[in-house]
């Protein structure tokens, strides 16, 4: 008769981080591996069983489980081991942001692994690894826009308290277009690279077809989206796209529109004379991120027209149209999440920020 394994009794501070770890797709394998071990031996599965299920040795099994039970989750992990001491230690990493607090060498705009390793006369892994465990990019770049508008603050709480508490039984709509959506033609497929790695592929030389303008309204309670495709963007054409979204919500109820300064959605009295529920919020110099539809113009753009080909501006015309049928019927709201960066949060020196 085969003799029944022993259940092991997990701590109850250690359960947590066990299933964290058995559940991780980030963390090494072994570390995985160990605490998936723990975990199956507390309900009492052989370690035959185990060892087979994670494709390793009984005695790897019993190793582990026996570890745990003497020091806990500190006893999962390697022993400390002898060899060569590191090299690379907490004066390389100060001279390594010392250096990236200096100007690049001439020739170059900014400072990379390559080039620091030729300036320390280092291995690049070498300078690799402190800037991973420093949390440093180095190729990753963000943009920032301030405003410049004296009156940003009264604007910005406007346009955000719409979003966040709009007028009872009011309709919010985000207005703005995407101008000049080029009708490119080009060969698309995927290739292997040379590290076996299967990748999308576009051939470097297009045809040019023409371009299109999309108007688009962004309903911002429910996400809905109403586009309307012209050939131009003129203040008519605006005009003509308002006129359409206007129509399809009663004449008593309130709109409120968030628009930005762009001329042509200036200079429209007399239409909004005529549309007397209608209001215009403009969004302060500089400052078209407070406008939500930009936010699905950015989706729009990477679902809908990165890498796409299109023969002739009709076979657009038909793809953006089909795009937002696809997308409305499972449309939410965004969660305004925005914040205005300040100039003091701008460091020009990493160490400012490491240090």
């Not at 009492?44 to 390793?56: C, D, F, H, S, Y």
């Not at 280092?122 to 402190?130: G, I, L, N, R, S």
């Not at 180095?138 to 940003?152: H, V």
């Not at 033609?185 to 040379?194: A, M, P, V």
């Amino acid at each position: 008769m085969p003799r029944k394994t022993p259940k092991i009794e997990i701590r109850q501070e250690d359960k947590a981080t066990l299933l964290a770890r058995a559940s991780s797709r980030t963390l090494p394998k072994q570390t995985v591996d160990r605490a998936k071990m723990i975990l199956d031996s507390e309900h009492g599965k052989p370690v035959k069983q185990i060892a087979q299920e994670l494709n390793t040795y009984p005695n790897k099994v019993i190793y582990w489980r026996k570890r745990y039970v003497e020091k806990g989750l500190e006893g999962l992990n390697d022993n400390p081991r002898s060899g060569r001491p590191a090299i690379y230690d907490e004066a390389f990493r100060d001279r390594v942001l010392k250096l990236l607090s200096q100007p690049p060498p001439k020739g170059l705009s900014a400072w990379d692994g390559p080039e620091l390793a030729k300036e320390l006369n280092v291995k690049t892994d070498a300078v690799w690894k402190v800037l991973r465990k420093e949390g440093i990019n180095l190729q990753r770049q963000r943009s920032w826009c301030i405003s410049t508008d004296k009156d940003f603050a009264s604007k910005a709480a406007d346009i955000v308290g719409l979003y966040l508490a709009p007028p009872l039984n009011a309709i919010v709509l985000c207005v703005d277009e995407k101008p000049s959506i080029q009708a490119l033609e080009r060969k698309t497929g995927f290739i292997r690279t040379d590290n076996g790695k299967v990748v999308r592929a576009y051939k470097s030389t297009y045809k040019r077809h023409g371009t299109l303008n999309l108007f688009a309204a962004l309903e911002v309670s429910t996400g809905r989206i109403k586009g309307k495709i012209t050939e131009e963007k003129k203040r008519i054409d605006f005009k003509g796209f308002m006129d359409e979204v206007v129509a399809e919500y009663s004449s008593d109820q309130e709109i409120h529109v968030v628009i930005d300064n762009y001329c042509t959605h200036k200079k429209n009295e007399e239409w909004l004379t005529r549309n007397k529920n209608v209001y215009f919020h403009f969004t302060p110099t500089s400052a078209s991120w407070l406008n939500q539809v930009e936010i699905w113009f950015g989706i729009f753009s990477r679902k809908a027209l990165r890498g796409a080909s299109f023969a002739s501006p009709q076979q657009l015309r038909q793809h953006i149209e089909d795009y937002i049928k696809r997308y409305n019927p499972d449309s939410k709201p965004f969660k305004w999440r925005k914040r205005e960066v300040k100039g003091a949060q701008i460091k020009d020196i990493i160490g400012n920020l490491i240090n």
